[in-house]
């Protein structure tokens, strides 16, 4: 965690100094209680249907990993897109 918090030491990220924030992103880092696993939704779009598209659910769990009650400020996903074309991925 702590190598994360050495962005935060730049003082000319495109021309802003981020050093002052550096000490709130490493306490920010070290508060983080919620992870999830790697969820993985596979689509053959050679032989998926318009309808297989019309709903796609992916699992998602997540687990406080404090003790004590606590209080969840938000929560972020994201997603990656794999194209395995027939001459090169991508």
Same mark, same amino acid.
Request: charged share 10%; aromatic share 14%.
């Given at each position: 965690?702590?190598?994360?918090?050495? =962005?935060?030491?730049?003082?000319?990220?495109?021309?802003? @100094?981020?050093?002052?924030?550096?000490?709130?992103?490493?306490?920010?880092? =070290?508060?983080?209680?919620?992870?999830?696993?790697?969820?993985?939704?596979?689509? @053959?779009?050679?032989?998926?249907?318009?309808?297989?598209?019309?709903?796609?659910?992916?699992?998602?769990?997540?687990?406080?990993?404090?003790?004590?009650?606590?209080?969840?400020?938000?929560?972020?996903?994201? =997603? @990656?897109?794999? =194209?395995?074309?027939?001459?090169?991925?991508?």
């Amino acid at each position: 965690m702590c190598s994360k918090g050495h =962005f935060w030491c730049q003082n000319q990220f495109f021309g802003v @100094d981020l050093s002052p924030l550096y000490s709130q992103a490493v306490d920010s880092y =070290f508060s983080q209680v919620l992870v999830s696993t790697c969820a993985t939704k596979v689509l @053959d779009f050679g032989t998926v249907t318009e309808a297989m598209l019309q709903d796609i659910l992916i699992p998602l769990e997540l687990q406080v990993t404090c003790p004590a009650p606590c209080t969840v400020h938000g929560v972020a996903a994201w =997603f @990656d897109v794999f =194209f395995n074309g027939s001459e090169a991925p991508l």
